[in-house]
Structures are given as C-alpha cells and as structure tokens.
C-alpha cells in the first residue's frame, strides 16, 4: 500500500515538473549592427540554465547586397517549387510568434548623405519605416515593450551605422509542439526534392 501511495506522489511531482517545465519561457534575443567598425548579425536562445549563441559576420560593402540578391532569387525558385508547404511552414510561425511575448524593440540608426536636404527627407522616411516595421511584428507578436526608435541624422558627412536588438519571450511547450509540426512540414519537402 506505501509502494502506491510514493508512486502515486511520484506520478504526481513528476507531472507538475512537467507542466511547469512546458510553461517556462525561451528567450530569443536578435541583435543586428551594421557600422564601419562592425557588421554582425547575433542570435541568442535561452531555455532555462541552457543558452545558444549564434553570431553571422555580414560580408563588407558591396558583398552584402551581392550575397543578398543571390539569395533571395534562390527564394523565389524555391517558392515556386514548394508554394503549398511553404504556407503551411508559414502558418506554424505565425501559431509560435502568436505564442510570443516581444519585450524589447530597439532601433537606433545614424545615417548621412552628400545632400542635407536629401538627409532631411531621408529622417522622416527612416521613422515612417521603422514604425511600420515596428507595428507589422506587433500584429504578429503581443508586446509588452515600447518602442525605442531613435534616428540620428548627420548632415556633415555621408554616413550610415545602424543598431537593432529586439528580445522575445515563448513558452517552451508551445515551441516544441510547433517545431514538431514544422519538422513534418520540411520532410515533406525533402521526399520531393
């Protein structure tokens, strides 16, 4: 009878640290900066004690656009070829970013051109996206954060440095459900190619 009773409170403890591991949150933190010193794009995950990082060298100068339009052509042939999975892909992402939590959004650019009237006309167009950027992944993503934009224009000299570093929040149980899904979805696509 005491074997069943220990089992029982076992059974239970068990499931409860389960429940609670599924609810704890994954922290993913993007980091982006694009300056004359550094070009880096910067990804981390944290789930509890464990953390991931994973940094990107971006190619300098002309290299980037280059490698940038290379790939989103590759995009394109492949869109083409796998349309119906490619929105099944898209619709488990959205069901992960409706799951998360964005709790910091910050922005900071300073950029310059020859012309400082062409630098003026720039400064509006630079907040005019950088909010709609902002409240396109709010639509996705619930936020606890307010934005921190900032836009630092330098009509002295030509000029561009940029610094992006946003932080989510997703329960752990969420994210595996979804990967799990996402995991199918990409072997389907494996057995046709």
């Not at 990107?56 to 590759?74: S, T």
């Amino acid at each position: 009878m005491g074997f069943w009773i220990g089992l029982g409170v076992f059974t239970i403890i068990l499931f409860l640290f389960i429940l609670w591991l599924l609810h704890k949150h994954v922290v993913i933190s993007l980091r982006l900066v694009y300056s004359e010193d550094e070009k880096a794009a910067n990804i981390t995950i944290t789930v509890l004690f464990a953390n991931y990082e994973k940094t990107i060298n971006l190619p300098q100068g002309e290299q980037l656009l280059d490698q940038l339009a290379i790939r989103l052509n590759n995009y394109q042939k492949q869109k083409t070829l796998h349309y119906d999975h490619y929105r099944k892909a898209y619709e488990q992402l959205m069901e992960i970013a409706a799951s998360s939590v964005m709790n910091e959004f910050k922005w900071k650019t300073v950029y310059g051109l020859k012309n400082a009237n062409e630098t003026a006309i720039l400064y509006g167009i630079g907040y005019s996206v950088k909010y709609a950027l902002f409240h396109s992944v709010n639509r996705c993503v619930k936020s606890s954060a307010k934005p921190e934009i900032h836009i630092e224009p330098n009509f002295q000299q030509p000029e561009f440095e940029t610094n992006f570093s946003c932080i989510f929040f997703a329960p752990l149980g969420h994210i595996i459900g979804n990967l799990r899904k996402l995991k199918s979805i990409v072997n389907e696509v494996d057995k046709y190619e």
